[in-house]
């Protein structure tokens, strides 16, 4: 497996005496492992979640922006389109799968990009700027506001502390375990459906470094707040191979995941 790092960024894991938050926002989005040990499953294993309404609410709203640009459905099936609240997380998934079909790595990044813009009021990218300059507060900021209001979509995580060209700050999320990741199985759907186009997202239209280092090893994910991610051909991301005893859409005699390299 490639172990996944980069020079200018040192992860430094917070001591039993310090405290992982500054403050704690109130969790808005109701979501929680249903785990008997409240902790992500082995490696291998989905783990189990209780969903909130507000959890299903999100769910509902990129499952159905996302099904506008999905195929492999069938005439019929389309005509039973669900419930506002009947979408899950396994439904949501099913959708990003069938958004990669027929598309390359760029395109499947596009659809992404789309429905994030889709998801904001007009001029709002031009206003987070504004209100988001690329400043250790900003960065320091969104970290903390990743935990609550994204443990819907990545399960839970904890801010943590970064050095990032010598400089230590709380910036850094980890992800203990990437719900979308685990509930994929895919490598490519990860980078091509997550990780580049959410960099490019903050990066690029909301001009806040943003770099997710996910290790493919135990499916846990870092995110790091004003480090610019590097170019794709650069990162070792971008040479993956496939989880080949999990996921469906995998090529095990090929040394990177197809899905990168379309």
């Given amino acids: 497996m490639v172990a996944l790092s980069l020079q200018s960024v040192q992860l430094i894991r917070p001591s039993h005496q310090q405290p992982i938050q500054r403050w704690k926002p109130r969790n808005y989005i109701s979501c929680s492992i249903a785990e008997p040990n409240g902790e992500p499953a082995p490696l291998g294993q989905k783990t189990r979640y209780n969903d909130g309404f507000f959890a299903k609410v999100f769910m509902t709203l990129f499952a159905r922006k996302m099904e506008k640009f999905a195929g492999g459905v069938k005439d019929n099936d389309k005509k039973k389109k669900k419930g506002f609240l009947e979408y899950d997380y396994e439904s949501f998934v099913d959708v990003s799968k069938r958004v990669t079909q027929g598309r390359n790595r760029l395109q499947q990044q596009q659809v992404v990009r789309e429905v994030l813009l889709s998801m904001l009021p007009p001029g709002a990218p031009e206003q987070f700027r504004k209100l988001f300059p690329p400043t250790r507060w900003a960065e320091e900021f ?5 935990v609550p209001f994204f443990q819907w979509l990545v399960g839970p995580s904890e801010v943590v502390e970064v050095e990032i060209n010598g400089v230590k700050q709380r910036s850094g999320v980890h992800i203990k375990k990437c719900r979308y990741l685990e509930n994929s199985g895919c490598v490519g759907m990860c980078v091509n459906m997550c990780k580049i186009p959410t960099q490019d997202f903050f990066t690029n239209e909301f001009g806040l470094p943003l770099t997710m280092i996910p290790n493919f090893e135990d499916m846990s994910c870092e995110m790091v707040y004003g480090q610019v991610p590097p170019p794709f051909k650069e990162d070792p991301a971008s040479k993956q191979p496939c989880f080949a005893e999990i996921c469906s859409m995998s ?7 197809p899905k990168l390299q379309a």
Avoid at 142 to 146: K, R, S, V
């Fill in 142 to 146: 969104n970290a903390q506001l990743t």
């Fill in 251 to 257: 090529n095990p005699n090929s040394s990177i995941c």
